[in-house]
């Protein structure tokens, strides 16, 4: 069956027999060309601190009952050193959006001595958010070689629905940074909200097709979870249930894995906020990323972009043992010492390298 928006729609909203032939046939396309592997990505989320004021979440600038950090760089390697000890081959660095040039150099630096800690041997991604080319660039020629850039909704009336329509906030450069670090060879991923106010599932539709069509090499969605300290709360009684979020979530991964058999797809932490099993029900419908959380417990509650966020009150190494024995549930190995790039980014590097030539 060809993915077109009818079709895709048809899928969303798919029940019975129909939604559980797309999550047997998903599974068996994460199978053939993924393989039942789940790659590590350690999550350090080393600052709250956040220039955007984005309506739904909650480290957003105007949260003035936010208490902000800023880990130091000793604690940040601390926790590279565990991703290290662990066999991990991947970290994350995420924070809140700053495009300053002081923080520009600092995680220039950081990622620099993350490179030298390990040798190489450590895959860097970013999602630190909107930034200039040469910001980009300069990460890029550091160290990184991933870049997690969600755009939260494609349909560009409803991303200035749950945004400030201003100069901080503007769809249209949303897009151009995601071809910025296309072209300075990132793997490139993106990734929306489920269940957002105003949202329809045709939006949801398109924002599959955008995926395919802006040709991505990893994503990272997830349902919307409300905050209570922020301007889209007031339509929490207007949403959709919780448990139909996470329903709408699983089908968003399945039809996405289906249209794009090749990427990777991040099982969400919100994903756990709603179904303690969440992350293993991702893993089973064609997801093949986990990122356990190696934020200082001190600091995790305080990176919190949602309500319930789960895992605040653990440590590192607790994290890692609860996510091999997650993985084994979904019927996964888990990839240690793997890279796990993205077999679509590898197969798009050769297509425009014999352009090239």
């Known amino acids: 069956m060809k993915l077109n928006k009818k079709n895709i729609i048809k899928l969303l909203l798919s029940e019975g027999e129909d939604k559980k ?9 994460k199978e053939l060309n993924i393989g039942k592997i ?10 709250n601190i956040c220039q955007k004021n984005c309506l739904y979440c909650g480290i957003r600038k105007s949260n003035q009952l936010m208490k902000r950090f800023n880990l130091d760089d000793a604690s940040i390697l601390d926790a590279v050193k565990i991703a290290i000890k662990n066999n991990y081959s991947s970290i994350v660095l995420q924070s809140g959006e700053l495009d300053t040039k002081t923080n520009s150099d600092r995680i220039s630096s950081l990622i620099e001595k993350i490179v030298e800690l390990s040798g190489g041997k450590l895959g860097i991604t970013l999602s630190c958010g909107e930034q200039t080319e040469s910001t980009y660039r300069r990460w890029k020629s550091s160290g990184a070689s991933r870049y997690l850039l969600r755009i939260e909704t494609s349909n560009e009336g409803l991303y200035y629905k749950i945004h400030p329509k201003n100069k901080s906030h503007n769809f ?3 897009i151009e940074c995601l071809s910025t670090l296309k072209n300075l060879d990132y793997q490139v991923g993106t990734g929306v909200m489920i269940g957002l106010p105003f949202q329809t599932i045709p939006d949801l539709a398109d924002d599959i097709l955008f995926m395919k069509d802006i040709d991505i090499d990893m994503c990272g969605m997830g349902p919307y979870i409300e905050h209570k300290d922020t301007p889209l709360y007031m339509y929490k009684n207007e949403l959709l249930p919780l448990n139909i979020r996470f329903e709408l979530t699983l089908k968003m991964i399945a039809s996405l894995r289906i249209l794009m058999p090749d990427i990777n797809i991040a099982a969400s932490t919100a994903m756990q906020a709603i179904d303690k099993m969440g992350r293993e029900k991702a893993l089973k419908v064609g997801a093949n990323i986990i990122m356990p959380n190696l934020t200082p417990g ?4 305080l990176y919190k972009l949602y ?42 590097k050769i297509k425009m390298e014999s352009k090239q030539n």
Not at 21 to 29: G, K, N, P, R, Y
Not at 314 to 330: F, H, K, T, V
């Open 298 to 301: 001190t600091y995790r509650n």
């Open 172 to 174: 249209q450069k949303r």
């Open 307 to 348: 309500e319930n966020k789960p895992c605040i009150d653990e440590q590192a190494e607790d994290c890692l043992n609860c996510m091999e024995l997650r993985i084994s549930i979904a019927g996964d190995k888990v990839g240690y010492g793997e890279f796990g790039d993205s077999k679509h980014f590898e197969k798009r």
């Open 38 to 47: 789940t790659y590590l990505r350690g999550l350090i989320e080393f600052s």
């Open 21 to 29: 032939a797309l999550f047997e046939h998903s599974a068996i396309v």
